[in-house]
């Protein structure tokens, strides 16, 4: 059993209380990935259900000093309804909750499925939605004991000065997994901060993700993500979410893909989005989709197209320790159920999906 380090414990009973114990207990401002390696073994983390920060910390992934504990802030749980009809979602709602809100089983039950498939049940009832948007990223290279990081020489995501995927590679390219993201990204989700600081300030998600493995998100160290928002579905909007994992019972996904758009009253497509996650360290939008969906019936074919522009679009790389090649051909059939998922079509004859070695 790999036992936590020692570290001092704020259990703040405000959100002012909880973002005046980053800034005096050292965090940053900084939203920029130049200061990535300080990013890393700053001083100060946010504790929100856990199943994230307490198993990098016992691996000694962290250097943290004081773990600010936010279970006490009011006012950050549940789901309720915005402006035009927009859902809101407070950070500290457990994954299990916001599954299983009728909320998102009638607007965008894509949405609860992605929450549904993450993890298993424990973990969903412990962990938030927060914590799933800012989870961080994962690599065979970097999610192992400080032991077996050290025979290897490290890595650029801690300690190291090479990147074990791409040989010469100056950024990280660990891989990010959040399900709820992925999904949130192709809705045109977004999420409000805090910091003492600066106040409030909204991000779009697909303005989220900076790239950086070391530091793949916007969030500055002096921050707190508050609320997720997600709008309402315009008239025809649907949405599908497909995730590939060795476990289906449990594990982070292998590849993700979230897909939306929206139908023209004579049944046509008028748009159409994919997002992939669990490439690298940002989800990756597919780009030249209007060519092949507007106007378009909803059929296998087109489907099948899509598809295949994301194959081409996209590359797996080795940060995942399954083969490359395999999560490579499966993303033109995950495009293809999620889109038949959406927009509740058959999605064509079953394929061949092998455990990879």
């Known amino acids: 059993m790999l036992p936590l380090p020692r570290f001092r414990v704020v259990r703040p009973r405000s959100l002012s209380e909880a973002l005046d114990a980053l800034s005096r207990n050292g965090a940053d401002s900084g939203p920029t990935v130049a200061n990535a390696d300080a990013w890393v073994s700053r001083p100060v983390r946010l504790l929100a259900g856990g199943t994230d920060l307490v198993p990098n910390l016992k691996h000694g992934l962290l250097d943290v000093e004081t773990v600010v504990a936010l279970k006490a802030l009011p006012g950050m749980r549940g789901v309720s309804s915005g402006e035009s009809g927009a859902l809101k979602i407070g950070a500290l709602t457990s994954i299990a909750r916001a599954a299983s809100d009728s909320a998102f089983g009638g607007t965008w039950p894509a949405l609860a499925r992605a929450?549904?498939?993450?993890?298993?049940?424990?973990?969903?009832?412990?962990?938030?939605?927060?914590?799933?948007?800012?989870?961080?990223?994962?690599?065979?290279?970097?999610?192992?004991?400080?032991?077996?990081?050290?025979?290897?020489?490290?890595?650029?995501?801690?300690?190291?000065?090479?990147?074990?995927?791409?040989?010469?590679?100056?950024?990280?390219?660990?891989?990010?997994?959040?399900?709820?993201?992925?999904?949130?990204?192709?809705?045109?989700?977004?999420?409000?901060?805090?910091?003492?600081?600066?106040?409030?300030r909204v991000v779009a998600l697909a303005d989220w993700f900076a790239g950086e493995g070391r530091r793949n998100s916007v969030i500055a160290a002096d921050e707190i993500l508050t609320e997720a928002r997600v709008p309402a579905p315009v008239p025809g909007a649907f949405a599908g979410y497909q995730k590939l994992r060795a476990r289906n019972a449990i594990d982070f996904p292998l590849l993700s893909v979230a897909v939306a758009g929206t139908a023209a009253p004579d049944g046509t497509l008028a748009t159409a989005r994919i997002v992939v996650g669990a490439l690298g360290a940002k989800p990756r939008e597919v780009t030249g989709l209007d060519a092949l969906a507007r106007a378009q019936r909803p059929t296998l074919e087109v489907f099948t197209a899509l598809g295949e522009a994301a194959r081409k679009q996209c590359k797996p790389l080795t940060n995942i320790s399954v083969d490359p090649d395999w999560r490579h051909a499966m993303l033109p059939v995950l495009v293809r159920r999620a889109f038949a998922q959406a927009l509740g079509l058959p999605a064509g004859p079953p394929v061949l999906e092998p455990v990879p070695a």
Do not use: F
């Open 115 to 200: 929450w549904g498939q993450i993890a298993g049940p424990q973990l969903r009832v412990m962990g938030t939605v927060g914590g799933n948007l800012c989870l961080d990223t994962r690599c065979t290279y970097y999610n192992q004991t400080a032991h077996w990081r050290e025979a290897l020489g490290y890595c650029l995501k801690r300690d190291g000065t090479k990147c074990h995927v791409v040989p010469g590679g100056t950024r990280c390219v660990a891989a990010m997994s959040s399900d709820g993201a992925t999904m949130l990204v192709a809705l045109g989700g977004t999420v409000v901060l805090h910091s003492a600081a600066r106040g409030e």
